[in-house]
């Protein structure tokens, strides 16, 4: 099991507790050694997402403002399903709806595809942002400044032309600009071999994304995306953008 879905389990039992646990009882709950629950909560306490009183554990703060502003994004996100569920029914595939949280991205909703062989995800799950379409979607329209990314290199550690990683840079920042340019971004089995996706935001009053919503499905399924899927998951994100206006 990775670190990322501890931590994620840890953060749920601390925060859904009847009574706020020690740690021996998050040490049962958890299964794991006692040397790697203390590095976990270490971490996630330094984060500030795990709070330490009079031995036992409580929800951070950081914990308690992320849960404020996912559940103020929920009075209009939990409300477009429909809006999924048809675009699912209509493109023939898995439609996904994720949220940034930091460097990575969370899926908080999703309409499976019809079909029994289909892509899935369970709900929480994070993934990275510059090997996925949804997360290179959240990369492009950062801070609405085009130019700008939180993958792009400081000042010190501006990597040499020519360099492998000058190069991988340069690819990422063209990748980007061609996503604001287009509207959309793809995935051709980057993540995963067989997984093609197409991925557009929905722009929140700020002019950054609220969230990103993606159709995936099979590399043989998904070859005409842009002819076939683009259009309606561009139509669905503008009236999903409609419908939140007013929230």
């Known amino acids: 099991m990775s670190s990322v879905k501890r931590s994620l389990d840890l953060i749920e039992i601390i925060a859904t507790a009847a009574h706020p646990p020690t740690h021996a009882d998050l040490t049962r709950a958890l299964s794991i050694p006692k040397s790697t629950l203390s590095l976990l909560l270490k971490t996630l306490r330094s984060s500030g997402h795990v709070a330490l009183i009079d031995g036992r554990y409580y929800p951070g703060l950081q914990l308690m403002s992320l849960s404020h502003r996912i ?11 429909p809006a999924l569920d048809r675009l699912s029914r209509d493109a023939g595939e898995t439609v996904l709806l994720g949220v940034r949280i930091r460097e990575q991205f969370m899926y908080i909703e999703q309409s499976p595809g019809p079909s ?9 799950e994070v993934r990275p942002l510059t090997s996925t379409a949804i997360g290179r979607v959240f990369l492009a329209y950062e801070h609405a400044a085009p130019a700008r990314s939180s993958v792009a290199p400081t000042a010190a550690s501006v990597a040499a032309p020519g360099s492998a990683a000058g190069t991988a840079n340069a690819k990422l920042a063209a990748t980007l600009a061609k996503i604001r340019h287009d509207g959309y971004a793809l995935n051709e089995g980057e993540y995963l071999p067989d997984v093609h996706a197409i991925a557009t935001p929905i722009f929140g009053a700020s002019g950054e994304p609220i969230a990103v919503i993606a159709v995936l499905g099979p590399f043989n399924r998904m070859a005409d995306m842009q002819q076939r899927i683009w259009p309606m998951l561009r139509q669905t994100a503008a009236q999903i953008q409609a419908d939140i206006a007013g929230y």
């Open 116 to 124: 029994p062989i289909r892509y899935a995800v369970d709900i929480g």
């Open 71 to 81: 559940a103020h994004k929920g009075n209009a996100l939990m409300s477009i399903k």
